[in-house]
């Protein structure tokens, strides 16, 4: 199978959960250990879809003030971005907004976004409206999604909309593991002569 | 060798009829020069011809449709993207038959489809083929030309045919010299051919039951995967081993190879000692029977199978089962193994002959050779009990050698030597512990480093200064040991680095005269270029060119990709171009580099910031509710340790990989929250950390280490982990180094933006875009006579007249009256002025390729007054018949 390794930038205020959502996300896999990384900024994960295998390399960002500024360097060449808002707070719905102009300004073309509303598992404490961000996702078509980092919900659902969403770069790799089945038959049996 | 022809044409045992007339067929002429070739050799030098990776199937069959049985062709399929080795096969009724079998190559071995047996590199692959048969239906063999070749020029000779040779006259079949006995070979053939025919799947592989088709090498199997280290540097020795274990049985102790009756243990095994002996003989004498594998095989295994409650055969396999000891030679074995040659060599013999007691045994040996050195050397320090239980076998195998051991043996030896350096091909070998080649290497680079930058600029205070000198001391001390006892290890990889170093050394061939310009073109002008950036963006492009240009090129003979599987092909590569460009090239590049900075202040500034965020950064660090731990004092030097040795090593992997270890320290400091749910240190904690280590290291220098690193790594290097934390530390500096403008954030989005826009058309400039030869080209080396002799590398473009390329080379020499200076070229002891619109670098490209086809004389462009000159006359094109 063909692996892709695909760059995924995460992006929003700090305190909303960035980094548990890649968490969770990495090590609900079988094994945990797999990920021998120096740190949760940077983690790895490998996911088999339609016949290729998605190596996931997420990129933390630090969302306070101070860094906003570096965040080009980090959304470079990415091949999707995840703004990350907590629910429970108005003002990080906010910065949403100007991470997606940002994005749209500077960040690389084809760029996937995903809007990620995490924290639903504080239901009580919602400030941010389910359908007023899915409103504004889908007024920029983006994929959006409520997750709870916690509770593990919607997590792996988030990064399967995103490989769906991200555009097949060679068609014919699709093609390849029906061949690769019985690759020497093929060639043996066309070398034959008489 | 005639004692040994006639030896084995006088058998003293009962033969089938149509032996005699075989054997002769595929005896070949003997002379002592042609066994002093290996066949290792053999295929190394002759691999033009069968290593067509090129050709599609069609045409592999149309060739391998004349030849032999056991003709091979290696080729690449496009359709399952990997090598294939064609084999032709024995027809069973006059018509043709042509297997493929796929090669794969993972974990840096090559093997094939179906074996467990993996290999360093395609030739050992080829070479073990050749003498055993595994998942092949039969054995491979080289044509006829090749196997009685017999000087290293004279398979060069028919090498140079390529892929011709299989239509030439060269490439004659044997039995058509031979015809007498054509038919009769033929007939054994076809009955070998009946038993032995099986689908790879149905030979049983050792591993599973322990007691099938033992004559594999076990050094291979995969039960010892995870010492894939071992097995690999280890694989060269281990066919030599083989090769002199199974010769000296031979002479001796050949008895029939057919499935002998019960016998008593002792006997069975010494004869199974010969049948290995049959299998593994081709390996001296090219081109005897390739059938003997099947038939021994069979054999054996009918042998094995009749004998499952054997004893010995337990032993054997306990023994196998023991743990490897580490491959470390004791130098004094090794050495003692050399000098007292005759000696060692019957001791050697004893040993194999015994280890060829069980043929499980005799291979499975191999395993551990470092054992088996010190094993005669030293008995003392090796499995005492292992020892006494061959000693039986020893003895009786002693006692044959010894009654018909005659004083060839070192000769011989040498035969089948396949490191005794007689072929140019085979580079030399280099050395290193197996162990940690790794962090040798670093030590090693760190070592070399620091006797460069005893006098370097910019340097900032070394740390335990003179602790590190012992211990340099000491570490080279023993890899010089270590170098001259383990001569024989060398992994491909480290081949091909040695060679693609060796070709950038040498002027004489185009990429090393395009290696060595560019370094004395880098060394001159790197204060010329606009900013630090342009310098080594400049420098990774002609990385990218340099790579293009030995992937495309025939520069490296044997081709790569029959040394190192294609996936690490641009790793190695990669390593090899940063060894002999980046290691010359570091000092001046840093120097400029800090030279940059200084000039444009940002190091003073720099190290202002880093004091004054050292001391206010701390209390507002971490506005979230858990802040993270900061390291102490302890865990800081350490870091500062790490990053000092920043500065010795040319490669920016080597560095990248310590620069990681520097934020795993950080990472491990900052501790796990005791209280309540561990929420795991992302990006928001570890940065605020990263930034104040770095102020607080007070080590402007990085800066200066970050720039080389992230311009001169390979683009797709920075996705991963390095390129994360690379980038991480890129912005911390970025931070510090603004960190007095008041609109430090405003000016540093679009700062931060204009280099990322570099980068980014970097890298479709480096990915995308195949640099052509041209580019590459745009150098030339002019030596400037007037008096002295001075030699400056000018850049031009490539079609650059010689006109112009006079104009530059006045303002490149300062000639005061450049009317009466011409560019000449010096040919053969002769200057020619080159006309005003010839193209000098036209030219050079010209008679550098000539000069890769035969190596002709030295030529220079020489750049000097016009002035009446005997041997000069105007010519205005170079003769191109020379």
């Known amino acids: 199978m063909a692996l892709r390794e695909l760059k995924v930038c995460l992006l929003g205020d700090t305190g909303v959960g960035k980094s548990s959502i890649v968490c969770r996300f990495v090590q609900d896999s079988f094994d945990p250990d797999i990920n021998p990384t120096i740190g949760a900024s940077f983690m790895t994960k490998m996911v088999p879809r339609n ?83 899915k409103n504004y996702a889908e007024s920029i078509d983006a994929i959006f999604i409520e997750t709870s980092a916690k509770t593990s919900i919607n997590i792996s659902e988030m990064f399967e909309e995103i490989s769906k969403k991200i555009p097949c770069v060679e068609p014919c790799t699709n093609d390849r593991p029906s061949f690769k089945l019985r690759p020497l038959q093929l060639e043996s049996s066309s070398s034959r002569c008489c | 060798m005639a004692e040994k022809a006639s030896s084995t044409e006088e058998p003293d045992y009962a033969e089938p009829s149509e032996r005699p007339a075989v054997s002769r067929s595929w005896c070949l002429p003997r002379h002592s020069s042609l066994q002093h070739i290996s066949i290792l050799d053999r295929l190394i030098l002759s691999h033009p011809v069968w290593l067509q990776l090129a050709i599609n199937p069609a045409k592999a069959m149309h060739i391998l449709q004349q030849e032999q049985p056991g003709a091979f062709l290696v080729r690449r399929s496009t359709t399952i993207q990997k090598k294939i080795l064609s084999v032709r096969l024995f027809s069973e009724d006059g018509s043709c038959f042509i297997e493929d079998f796929a090669i794969r190559e993972n974990q840096s071995t090559f093997s094939l489809e179906g074996s467990s047996i993996s290999f360093a590199d395609l030739f050992r692959l080829i070479a073990f083929y050749c003498v055993s048969r595994d998942v092949l239906p039969s054995t491979l063999r080289l044509p006829f030309a090749f196997q009685t070749a017999r000087s290293h020029q004279e398979i060069e000779a028919i090498s140079h045919l390529g892929i011709e040779f299989w239509n030439s006259s060269q490439n004659k079949h044997h039995e058509c010299e031979d015809s007498g006995c054509g038919s009769a070979a033929e007939k054994v053939k076809n009955d070998i051919d009946e038993v032995k025919t099986r689908a790879p799947g149905t030979i049983a592989i050792p591993q599973a039951s322990g007691d099938a088709l033992c004559f594999i090498n076990p050094l291979f199997l995969e039960e010892h995967a995870d010492e894939t280290m071992l097995r690999r540097a280890w694989s060269k020795r281990s066919m030599r081993r083989l090769r002199v274990s199974t010769e000296k049985t031979l002479t001796n102790l050949s008895p029939p190879p057919r499935p002998p009756p019960p016998v008593p243990q002792l006997r069975r095994n010494l004869q199974e000692s010969s049948i290995l002996a049959e299998v593994t003989k081709p390996i001296g004498d090219m081109g005897a029977k390739p059938d003997t594998v099947s038939v021994s095989g069979q054999g054996m295994e009918n042998d094995f199978d009749s004998s499952s409650n054997d004893s010995m055969y337990d032993t054997l396999k306990a023994k196998v089962d023991k743990p490897v000891p580490p491959p470390r030679l004791k130098k004094k074995s090794f050495m003692s193994t050399k000098t007292n040659k005759i000696n060692s060599e019957d001791e ?45 076998i020893m003895a009786l195998a002693e006692a044959h050698l010894r009654r018909t051991l005659p004083r060839r043996l070192s000769s011989e030896s040498r035969i089948f030597d396949f490191d005794s350096g007689t072929v140019p091909s085979i580079p030399e070998l280099d050395s290193s512990s197996l162990s940690s080649i790794e962090e040798e290497m670093i030590e090693e680079e760190i070592l070399e480093a620091t006797e460069e930058s005893e006098n370097g600029a910019c340097r900032p205070p070394r740390l335990h200064r003179s602790n590190a000198f012992d211990f340099q ?46 370094i004395v073109y880098i060394q001159e002008n790197c204060d010329n270029f606009h900013t630090s950036t342009d310098l080594l963006q400049a420098v990774r492009q002609f990385l990218n060119q340099l790579k293009n240009y030995l992937l495309k090129g025939n520069e490296m003979d044997p081709p790569i990709e029959s040394l190192i599987p294609e996936c690490d092909i641009d790793t190695v590569l990669e390593k090899a171009l940063h060894k002999c460009l980046l290691k010359p090239l570091k000092r001046s590049l840093e120097k400029a580099l800090c030279k940059y900075r200084s000039r444009d202040g940002i190091l003073e500034q720099l190290r202002t910031n880093m004091r004054r965020v050292a001391r206010e950064l701390p209390a507002p660090l971490a506005p979230g509710a858990t802040p993270p731990r900061l390291p102490e004092p302890a865990v800081l030097e ?245």
């Open chain 2, 638 to 882: 350490k870091i500062r340790s790490t990053l000092t040795r920043l500065q010795y090593m040319y490669s920016p992997s080597k560095k990248v990989i310590l620069l990681l270890k520097a934020c795993k320290l950080i990472y491990d400091s900052m501790g796990n929250l005791g209280h309540g749910a561990r929420r795991p240190f992302g990006a928001d904690d570890f940065i605020p950390v990263l930034v104040y280590v770095l102020a607080r290291c007070d080590m402007p220098f990085v800066d200066v280490e970050v720039e080389y690193m992230m311009e001169l790594l390979e683009p797709s290097q920075l996705n991963g982990e390095g390129g994360y934390y690379l980038t991480s530390v890129y912005g911390a500096m970025y931070l510090l180094k603004n960190y007095h403008r008041e609109e430090a954030d405003k000016q540093l989005r679009t700062d931060a933006r204009n280099s990322l826009r570099q980068w980014h058309s970097r890298r479709t400039v480096g990915g995308k875009v195949v640099p052509s030869v041209e580019d590459v080209q745009s150098f030339i080396r002019v030596v400037f006579q007037d008096g002295g002799c001075t030699a400056k590398t000018i850049v031009a473009h490539p079609l650059a007249t010689a006109e112009e390329l006079c104009q530059l080379c006045a303002d490149k020499f300062h000639v005061s009256d450049p009317d009466n200076f011409h560019v000449f070229l010096m040919l053969n002891n002769t200057y020619q002025e080159l006309a005003a619109d010839t193209h000098p670098l036209k030219i050079k490209a010209e008679l550098h390729n000539k000069r890769q086809l035969k190596p002709a004389d030295p030529f220079y462009f020489i750049y000097r007054r016009v002035g009446p000159s005997s041997d000069r006359y105007s010519g205005s094109s170079i003769p191109t018949d020379q």
């Open chain 2, 348 to 392: 050697l013999s004893e040993v194999s002959s015994s280890k060829a007691g069980g043929c499980f045994q005799s291979f499975s040996s191999l395993v551990k050779p470092a054992n088996d050195y010190s094993h005669y050397k030293h008995p003392m320090n090796t499995n005492q009990e292992e020892e006494s239980s061959d000693e039986d």
């Open chain 2, 473 to 518: 001391e000491k570490v080279r001390s023993s890899i010089r040991k270590v170098s001259e006892v383990l001569q024989l290890l060398l992994t491909p990889e480290k081949r091909v680095i040695r060679k693609v170093c060796e070709l950038a050394q040498d002027r004489h061939n185009y990429f090393g005269s395009l290696v060595q310009d560019y």
């Open chain 1, 51 to 133: 016949n290729e295998i998605h190596k996931y390399l997420i990129w933390d960002t630090a969302g306070q003030e101070r860094f906003r500024s570096l965040a080009p360097m980090y959304y470079r060449g990415s091949a999707a971005a995840v703004i990350v808002y907590d629910i429970t707070k108005e003002e990080t719905f906010h910065m949403l907004k100007t991470w997606v102009k940002e994005l749209q300004h500077h960040g690389p073309q084809n760029i996937v976004v995903a809007i990620a509303g995490n924290k639903c598992d504080l239901v009580d404490m919602r400030e941010v409206q389910t359908e007023l961000a």
